[in-house]
């Protein structure tokens, strides 16, 4: 997954993929796998990847995104729900580019590059305002990670050109453990762009490592993390999913990381409503039933909990109702403003939409990672 291109990946991916007889295979799987009296049953059951992809292309089509309109926070959102590949408008509204050409073609908000130089470190501007730019360190680089964007992919900045490499080592050189309140995008951008035998020390004399950060993430308290803890979380979760099989479960910090999702699991089921929507309080926050509210905290939810769960426990009928619920919210709220908990959404289906792809060439697993 590492180090990728899905650009063109992200514009096929919302449109089906599958002839019914190979759709048929699946759920015949999912049916056997989860001891399922018929394959009618399993299918009645199961949430299809055409249904997945048609709440995408629905999404893309009203998007309407728009650089003159939407901040880069929330095209960066937008690009986790809909892919890099997603079209918008460029800033004189004239030309359609992709997202990946908005932001890696010498890109301007307000007049200001998004990137920029500090000494030889190419990073992200500071935000004016909430929601304008990145709202946690590494926010950018995490999300470019999780849409698929290669080291090697260029970014143009007045006249000159760079890498998304030049980000990660800047990252990598600027991160110090006592100064960051908030591990989990560090982490999220460090799993899948480094390997895990990869060491470094920052400009503060640190020595760091992949296992330094999730330890660091598995001490952090969630009510101070991002978004009531989840994308550490979700840190955690592509940690042990993108280097199984390099660690020792047993030995620390991996134990204490699968220790910790294991626990946050059990809360999550708990809080589980019939509509099959994760209450709010799961994730730190006021218990309400605006959709809004539950959109947010289902599909905050919902995202490293496809990345965690194993294929056999994604198919469990709690996992299957978050999903509808996600697809049955986005589908009956479409002309509602809700950034973020519309695009984390999105992620959580899409990620879930990964997997199912998976199934068919993968075994199934019968444990977590």
Not at 58 to 70: C, F, I, T
Not at 276 to 302: C, E
Not at 324 to 349: C, E, F, Q, V
Request: charged share 25%; hydrophobic share 40%.
């Amino acid at each position: 997954m590492a180090g990728q291109n899905t650009s063109t990946h992200d514009t096929k991916v919302v449109k089906v993929k599958y002839k019914c007889a190979t759709i048929c295979a699946i759920l015949a799987f999912a049916c056997i796998q989860a001891g399922c009296g018929n394959a009618k049953e399993a299918e009645s059951r199961m949430v299809t990847a055409a249904a997945i992809d048609s709440t995408i292309v629905a999404e893309r089509e009203r998007s309407n995104l728009w650089a003159a309109r939407h901040t880069p926070w929330e095209l960066t959102h937008a690009a986790i729900g809909l892919g890099m590949g997603s079209p918008m408008l460029d800033l004189d509204g004239k030309n359609r580019i992709s997202l990946e050409q908005y932001f890696f073609d010498d890109s301007h908000h307000f007049g200001s590059p998004i990137f920029k130089l500090e000494g030889s470190d190419l990073t992200i501007r500071l935000a004016a305002f909430v929601g304008e730019m990145e709202g946690h360190d590494c926010q950018f680089l995490a999300y470019f990670a999780l849409t698929g964007v290669a080291l090697d992919t260029v970014i143009r900045l007045s006249g000159r050109n760079f890498e998304v490499s030049d980000l990660v080592e800047a990252a990598k050189r600027r991160f110090h453990p006592e100064a960051y309140k908030d591990v989990a995008y560090v982490l999220i951008a460090m799993s899948h762009y480094l390997s895990l035998k990869e060491r470094w020390t920052n400009v503060y004399g640190k020595e760091m490592s992949i296992e330094t950060l999730l330890n660091l993430a598995v001490e952090q308290d969630d009510r101070v993390g991002a978004c009531g803890g989840t994308h550490r979380l979700f840190g955690l979760a592509l940690a042990l999913r993108r280097f199984e099989g390099e660690f020792v479960p047993s030995v620390s910090p991996w134990k204490e990381a699968t220790a910790v999702l294991k626990s946050q699991l059990v809360r999550l089921r708990s809080g589980r409503d019939s509509d099959g929507s994760i209450r709010p309080s799961v994730i730190h926050m006021r218990d309400s039933d605006r959709w809004q509210d539950r959109l947010y905290s289902t599909g905050h939810s919902m995202e490293w909990a496809a990345v965690y769960l194993s294929d056999g426990e994604l198919q469990a009928d709690w996992v299957q109702n978050a999903v509808k619920y996600l697809i049955r919210t986005l589908n009956s709220n479409r002309g509602a403003d809700a950034t973020g908990s519309r695009y984390h959404a999105l992620h959580a289906l899409r990620l879930y939409r990964q997997r199912i792809d998976a199934w068919q060439s993968t075994e199934t697993r019968t444990d977590g990672p």
